[in-house]
């Protein structure tokens, strides 16, 4: 009878010191983002500065396009040529509606001309700083597309499916002994 030849798969196995500094650096990076989020990110709605506008219209042409989202932070004040967000104020029928127009005049005290960039005359509202949401600190171009993408079934397939594959192929291979 012949003895069969015992087959042994050597398996690279990261030293404990190496597994060690990658958990360190995803640990480290993990609250690197929450900070980052936290600082810039976080929505006035959790204590934040930071505020989200869909633009919709023509109204900020050729400047801001329907579809396109405009990240504004809340400012401790705010002058001619900004382009802010606010709300429509109170005792409007449109109140609360929200607005992204450009600061053409006014004060904080007696409420800020605003008009758009693609119109002629000026609003009729005159927003005071209680009714600002903030000024442009960032524009992302067509961002309703990819908004609309993150909502897609096929996506969020695809994300369940990669979370699956990564946790398949993450797990510690196990040393027989």
């Known amino acids: 009878m012949r003895a069969r030849a015992a087959h042994v798969a050597f398996v690279r196995v990261p030293s404990p010191s190496l597994r060690l ?14 900070a980052f989020w936290a600082q810039f990110l976080r929505p006035q709605a959790l204590g934040g500065r930071a505020g989200y506008v869909l633009v919709s219209g023509q109204s900020m042409e050729p400047h801001y396009h329907t579809g396109d989202m405009v990240l504004v932070e809340r400012q401790s004040s705010y002058h001619k040529g900004q382009v802010i967000a606010y709300h429509v ?45 903030g000024s442009k600190a960032l524009r992302i171009p067509n961002a309703v597309a990819a908004l609309k993408y993150l909502r897609s079934p096929l996506l969020l397939g695809l994300l369940a499916a990669c979370f699956v594959f990564v946790r398949v192929l993450g797990r510690e291979p196990k040393v027989k002994t």
Do not use: E, S, Y
């Not at 500094?21 to 929450?34: D, R, T």
């Not at 509202?125 to 009714?131: F, L």
């Open 21 to 34: 500094a990658n958990k360190v650096a995803g640990i480290a990076l993990l609250i690197l983002a929450c």
């Open 89 to 133: 104020p109170k005792g409007d029928a449109m109140a609360g509606a929200q607005v992204i127009h450009r600061i053409i005049g006014g004060d904080a005290k007696h409420g800020f001309l605003v008009q758009g960039d693609n119109r002629t005359a000026a609003d009729v509202w005159r927003p005071k700083p209680g009714d600002i949401v």
